[in-house]
């Protein structure tokens, strides 16, 4: 009798794995795991779906607020107009294609400003947090650097390159770099040394030391860093469009439309760099993720 049950044991068991394949031995994924599964995601989704409400709302308001300020009448249209005069520009440079050319002008420029900041500011942030002597001797400059605003740097660098895209994508470049700089030092420094002692004990030295304890345990602050000096790449593009007096930017853009009291024009203006930094900060956060998923 005992060896009638135990044997129809073994069978159910055989039969249920059967039915699961995909299961690892001895795993058996049940229907209520299913449910639970299903059921966490639902709640997941259910928590981006309320965190996406309040900002909408605000937004909304925002809006309610604008237009219902506009039709008192209380406020000059020179200041601020009406939102349907701004949609309007806005479309209306959308369909011209105007627009879109300019934004690639500042895209260009912030990327390869913001390119250039990172694969300096790296490599010396790490020295200066590994090396007293090169702190000693970088550290000073770059305070004297970031004392001194951009805005008065970029007619300089006007007057030694010229006009076009190589000043603006300097200027750009340093107004980024120094915070990128402190953020990997302070990243740099503190990593428990602990973690660093018991790695050379065990061998690690140099690029595998760097690659396989320093970087990985510095990597939010590094990451930080890149998603600051990213979004802050715009504003360097835009300082620089300014200084420079171009044609050719959403920076130019600004100008055009102060000169030409066209404020539905530069409000426009200011809707595209607003959803230009969105994006510019959603492809941070995709890049956390990545982080995240590798590491």
């Known amino acids: 009798m005992s060896v009638t049950t135990s044997t129809s044991e073994l069978v159910s068991l055989e039969e249920i794995q059967a039915y699961a394949p995909e299961q690892e031995p001895g795993v058996i994924r049940t229907v209520s795991g299913r449910a639970h599964d299903e059921r966490a995601a639902r709640l997941r989704a259910q928590g981006r779906l309320l965190n996406a409400i309040?900002?909408?709302?605000?937004?909304?308001?925002?809006?309610?607020?604008?237009?219902?300020?506009?039709?008192?009448?209380?406020?000059?249209?020179?200041?601020?107009?009406?939102?349907?005069?701004?949609?309007?520009?806005?479309?209306?440079?959308?369909?011209?294609?105007?627009?879109?050319?300019n934004t690639l002008v500042t895209v260009?420029?912030?990327?390869?400003?913001?390119?250039?900041?990172?694969?300096?500011?790296?490599?010396?942030?790490?020295?200066?947090?590994?090396?007293?002597?090169?702190?000693?001797?970088?550290?000073?400059?770059?305070?004297?650097?970031?004392?001194?605003?951009?805005?008065?740097?970029?007619p300089v660098l006007v007057l030694w390159l010229g006009y076009g895209w190589l000043p603006n994508m300097l200027v750009c470049a340093l107004v980024v770099l120094f915070p990128m700089v402190i953020n990997t030092i302070l990243g740099i420094q503190t990593i428990d040394p602990q973690f660093t002692d018991a790695a050379r004990v065990e061998g690690a030295s140099g690029w595998s030391l760097l690659s396989y304890?320093?970087?990985?345990?510095?990597?939010?602050?590094?990451?930080?860093?890149?998603?600051?000096?990213?979004?802050?790449?715009?504003?360097?593009?835009?300082?620089?469009?300014?200084?420079?007096?171009?044609?050719?930017?959403?920076?130019?853009?600004?100008l055009i439309a102060k000169n030409q009291y066209n404020t539905p024009f530069m409000y426009a203006t200011l809707v595209v760099l607003a959803a230009l930094a969105a994006l510019y900060y959603g492809s941070t956060w995709l890049l956390v993720k990545l982080a995240a998923a590798i590491y």
């Open 213 to 254: 304890i320093e970087f990985p345990l510095a990597l939010p602050s590094i990451l930080a860093a890149i998603r600051s000096g990213f979004t802050l790449s715009i504003v360097g593009a835009l300082v620089a469009e300014f200084v420079a007096g171009g044609d050719q930017g959403l920076g130019a853009l600004i």
């Open 108 to 154: 260009q420029e912030s990327v390869l400003g913001f390119l250039l900041a990172l694969a300096v500011a790296l490599p010396l942030g790490y020295g200066v947090a590994k090396s007293r002597l090169l702190a000693s001797t970088i550290q000073p400059y770059l305070a004297a650097g970031q004392a001194i605003p951009a805005i008065v740097i970029a």
């Open 54 to 101: 309040p900002p909408i709302v605000l937004g909304l308001l925002l809006l309610v607020g604008w237009y219902a300020l506009g039709a008192s009448g209380k406020v000059n249209v020179l200041i601020l107009p009406a939102p349907a005069d701004v949609l309007s520009s806005l479309l209306n440079g959308l369909g011209s294609g105007m627009y879109l050319s």
